[in-house]
């Protein structure tokens, strides 16, 4: 606590800190001057009599350093100590960010721990962490799109709306093009002056009334990079394949299927980039990347206010003087 106040205390004229170097010499004179003009019967030897040393004449041997104190406690007035009030200000130039997630049944796969959906949930959990600047939005698509949340700086209920996204709760399928459409919808009148969609998807466009492509147009025409990642190891995956009487999902082997081909076209038409994501790890290191290439623009100014607090130090030493004073002529009276 002592260290965090002495942090913010500054010094206006800290070279008055070299008159402290007078003090020895003062600390000499008054020694010096209080030697001479004790009174005192002298003894050849003062071994006879009992040394005595009350309360008394302990005090006032520390007089003299009552008044060095109060010296010192002077010039630190004369260096002019302020408190520093200090106001941050933060301009901060955002990105709109808007994450277009597939929850196709595929996306339950079990190549990734526990399964893609839980993986990259997590994954695009911290991605957010990264980013307090932005304004970030979610999109879900499976066999048509939905807006989970609106662009928002509210980021823990942007987590909070990322962490229930289910598959099954709306048609089966992949529909790329209703799910970037539902992005580009939101993105499209936002005034920030960089605006990005994060597309993630394990599987081929198979439904929907948009195409891909018309959604890549249309984020061209308003400025959107798009950004794909497609998720799925390669070969053949342990999958949903169909489901029970009860409704559950049945798991199988079957191969991973990506339209690599159409993310990369779409990707680079906006001015995106398509990754590929074979495990957590390369997923990671995929959110890393859009991060460093998507900087957010931050300027941080500091606005400084002060309270000169001479004040304390100039009362404290003048109460130390009144003090020595008081004690010197009353109750600590030497009498001649």
Excluded at 4 to 9: F, V
Excluded at 31 to 58: D, Q
Excluded at 61 to 84: D, E, G, H, K, Q
Aim: charged share 25%.
């Amino acid at each position: 606590m002592i260290l965090m106040w002495l942090d913010r205390l500054e010094w206006e004229s800290p070279w008055f800190f070299l008159l402290l170097a007078l003090l020895p010499l003062i600390w000499y004179r008054i020694v010096k001057n209080a030697e001479r003009t004790t009174n005192a019967l002298e003894f050849p030897s003062l071994h006879f009599f009992e040394e005595r040393r009350n309360w008394k004449i302990r005090i006032y041997a520390w007089l003299p350093y009552f008044r060095l104190m109060a010296i010192a406690l002077f010039v630190m007035a004369l260096a002019r100590p302020r408190w520093i009030l200090r106001e941050e200000k933060i301009n901060a130039e955002g990105i709109a960010i808007f994450l277009t997630m597939d929850l196709s049944s595929s996306m339950l796969s079990k190549d990734f721990d526990p399964n893609r959906l839980e993986v990259s949930k997590a994954v695009a959990v911290d991605f957010i962490s990264k980013r307090p600047y932005d304004r970030i939005g979610l999109t879900a698509f499976s066999g048509e799109g939905y807006t989970q949340c609106p662009l928002t700086t509210d980021h823990e209920a942007l987590k909070v709306l990322l962490n229930d996204l289910r598959c099954g709760l709306i048609e089966d399928g992949t529909a790329i093009g209703m799910g970037l459409a539902c992005s580009i919808n939101r993105l499209k009148e936002d005034s920030a002056k960089s605006k990005i969609i994060i597309l993630l998807t394990d599987g081929v466009n198979n439904a929907g009334d948009i195409s891909p492509a018309l959604a890549a147009d249309l984020a061209k025409t308003y400025k959107i990079k798009i950004y794909s990642i497609g998720v799925g190891s390669n070969g053949e995956a342990y999958s949903p394949i169909g489901r029970s009487q009860h409704g559950e999902y049945v798991f199988g082997m079957a191969p991973v299927n990506i339209d690599e081909q159409l993310l990369t076209q779409i990707s680079n038409f906006t001015g995106g980039k398509y990754y590929r994501a074979t495990n957590a790890e390369k997923l990671k290191e995929i959110y890393k990347e859009i991060d460093q290439l998507e900087k957010t623009k931050i300027e941080v100014r500091y606005i400084k206010r002060y309270s000169e607090e001479f004040r304390a130090f100039l009362i404290f030493g003048m109460l130390l003087l009144a003090c020595e004073w008081i004690l010197r002529m009353t109750i600590l009276r030497i009498l001649p």
